[in-house]
């Protein structure tokens, strides 16, 4: 079914290119602006606005559309 999202593994360099995404958004944002914390386990919580702000992302939407492509041509 087209338009179903799928859990889907990233290579390293797949993920590389969604942080360096992200690391340019947040060079965009004031340095005092509260955009996540570490919770008590150690893992990355972002800021429910921040978080949105990657999500729609245009590099980062534009990374994902690139691999769904390639995807569906390998697919064929």
Not at 3 to 29: D, K, N, P, S, W
Not at 35 to 54: C, T
């Amino acid at each position: 079914m087209a338009g179903l999202a799928r859990e889907r593994r990233l290579g390293a360099r797949e993920l590389e290119e969604i942080f360096t995404a992200f690391a340019e958004l947040m060079r965009e944002l004031p340095p005092d602006v509260d955009a996540g914390w570490l919770d008590a386990q150690g893992e990355l919580r972002l800021a429910p606005d921040i978080a949105r702000k990657l999500r729609t992302a245009r590099r980062v939407r534009q990374l994902l559309q690139e691999w769904r492509q390639r995807e569906r041509e390998s697919e064929c």
